[in-house]
């Protein structure tokens, strides 16, 4: 039985190519075959994985998200998201959130909580983002990486779901992670 059929694909895998090493991720194309044997070239990204990390900080005024502003080159702009990393080599994803949350924070978590998983762009990209829920926290000052042009902003729990609502934030991890953890019922209001 074809590997493809348990996933319910109608094309098998004749060949890939590495196009591109990357720093981060690889570029390949990938040469499939449809079930009467017509070929197709498709160009994919492997991304080794990442993490997204919803931290919210209990204070006197109330539970506020811990937001970074990011500058993305892609889209030309500085973009409000929940922190996030891509895994090293080897690195389990918990290590992994742990890490990136000081790195681009400064706050360390005392609790950390998977609250799931899911694939950022299956349409071009095979990586797997893994979300948590971060509380507890300590802060113990940013590690920023030398490229890395990231600032802090904290929202209340009600203010940083109506910028998801208004639009202001377009990251769809910071977006998606937001959803999965309203609906769990962690983010309260203040």
């Known amino acids: 039985m074809d590997a493809n059929a348990d996933q319910g694909l109608s094309f098998r895998e004749v060949s890939r190519e590495t196009l591109h090493r990357g720093r981060k ?4 194309r990938v ?11 498709r160009e994919v990204v492997r991304h080794p994985g990442a ?28 973009m409000l998201e929940l922190p996030a990393g891509t895994l090293e080599a080897g690195e389990e994803p918990r290590a992994c959130a742990g890490r990136e949350l000081i790195e681009e924070t400064g706050y360390e ?5 998977a609250i799931g998983s899911f694939l ?10 893994h979300g948590f829920f971060a509380t507890d926290l300590r802060h113990v000052g ?7 042009r990231i600032t ?16 202001e934030i377009e990251d769809a991890k910071s977006l998606c992670l937001l959803l999965l953890a309203a609906r769990r019922g962690l983010l309260r209001d203040a």
């Open 152 to 167: 802090v902003e904290r929202r209340p729990v009600r203010a940083a779901l109506a910028a998801a609502e208004r639009g």
């Open 142 to 148: 940013q590690r920023l990486e030398e490229d890395e």
């Open 120 to 129: 950022t762009t299956p349409g071009m990209t095979d990586e797997r983002m």
């Open 51 to 78: 993490v997204c990390v919803l931290p919210v900080l209990e204070g006197v005024a109330g539970a506020e998200v811990v937001f970074v502003r990011v500058e993305r080159f892609a889209v030309g702009r500085v």
């Open 31 to 41: 040469t499939l075959a449809d079930e009467r044997g017509r070929a197709m070239a």
């Open 109 to 113: 978590a005392g609790r950390l909580e």
């Open 25 to 28: 991720f690889d570029f390949e």
